[in-house]
C-alpha cells in the first residue's frame, strides 16, 4: 500500500522555466490537496480538489495551476518559475470520512 | 490571517521530560484539531486528535489538552524520547459545506537530548 506518491522527490529550475509536480493516491480518495511548506510559515494551502472534476484555489494559489487528472492523480504546474517558489511541495489526500490527512513524502524545488 | 497560532517555535527538553506545545485558534467554526509530527525527509502524519466535544485525550504518551472557551489546545508529551525530535504541527478543520480544509500553525521544532 503506497498512500500517496510524489514525484520528483528533488527538482532545481531556472527562473522562467515551468514544471508539473505528480501526485498520486490509491486509497481511492474523494479530495486531495497541495500544500507548501517554507521555515517558519507551516502548511500552506495552495490548491485543493474536493472531487474528480472539481479544483478551488487556498491560501496562496498564484503563480500555480492543477489539473484533477482522475480521482487517483492531482497535479500542480508552475507556468513560469519564480525564486518565491522555492519550497518543499507535499500533496495530501483524505478520505470520505473526512478525518486523517495523508502525506506524500514532497518534492523539494529550487528555482534559481 | 494567522487563525491558529502555535507557539513555542522550538523546544529542547531532557529525556524523560514533559514537552508542551500550544495551540490557539481564532475560528469558532473549526470542529476538529489534529497534531500532526513530521521527521526530517518525511510527510506529516497524523499523531492524534480532539474534537471540541472531549476536554482532553490520550494516546500512549501523547495526550491533547482541549479548552473551547479559552479557544486554546495543546499537546504533551510525557517521558519525552530522543525519538520525539521532529517538528509538530498543530490543525485545525473548519466545519463548514464543502470539503475538508485543514489550517495549520506555523510548527514547533522539538528536540529530546539524552
Known amino acids: 500500500n503506497a498512500g500517496v506518491t510524489q514525484t520528483p522527490k528533488f527538482q532545481v529550475l531556472k527562473t522562467g522555466q515551468s514544471m508539473t509536480l505528480q501526485c498520486a493516491q490509491d486509497?481511492?480518495?474523494?479530495?486531495m490537496y497541495w500544500y507548501r511548506q517554507d521555515p517558519g510559515m507551516g502548511l500552506r494551502l495552495i490548491y485543493y480538489?474536493?472531487?474528480?472534476?472539481?479544483?478551488d484555489k487556498g491560501e496562496v494559489p498564484n503563480g500555480y495551476n492543477v489539473s484533477r487528472l482522475n480521482k487517483r492523480e492531482f497535479s500542480l504546474r508552475l507556468e513560469s518559475a519564480a525564486p518565491s517558489q522555492t519550497s518543499v511541495y507535499f500533496c495530501?489526500?483524505?478520505?470520505?470520512?473526512?478525518?486523517?490527512?495523508?502525506f506524500g513524502q514532497g518534492t523539494r524545488l529550487t528555482v534559481v | 490571517q494567522q487563525q491558529v497560532k502555535q507557539s513555542p517555535q522550538s523546544l529542547i527538553v531532557q529525556k524523560g521530560g514533559i514537552s508542551i506545545i500550544n495551540c490557539a485558534y481564532e475560528?469558532?467554526?473549526?470542529?476538529?484539531f489534529p497534531w500532526y509530527q513530521q521527521f526530517p525527509g518525511k510527510g506529516p502524519a497524523l499523531l492524534i486528535a480532539?474534537?471540541?466535544?472531549?476536554s482532553e485525550k490520550k494516546e500512549g504518551r501523547f495526550t491533547i489538552s482541549f479548552n473551547k472557551s479559552a479557544k486554546q489546545f495543546s499537546l504533551h508529551i510525557m517521558d519525552s524520547q530522543p525519538g520525539d525530535s521532529a517538528t509538530y504541527f498543530c490543525a485545525a478543520k473548519y466545519s463548514g459545506a464543502g470539503s475538508y480544509q485543514l489550517t495549520f500553525g506555523k510548527g514547533t521544532k522539538l528536540s529530546v537530548i539524552p
Open positions: 480532539i474534537r471540541p466535544d472531549v
Open positions: 495530501a489526500s483524505v478520505g470520505n470520512g473526512n478525518t486523517e490527512a495523508f
Open positions: 475560528n469558532t467554526a473549526f470542529d476538529y
Open positions: 486509497m481511492n480518495h474523494n479530495s
Open positions: 480538489s474536493a472531487s474528480e472534476g472539481t479544483t
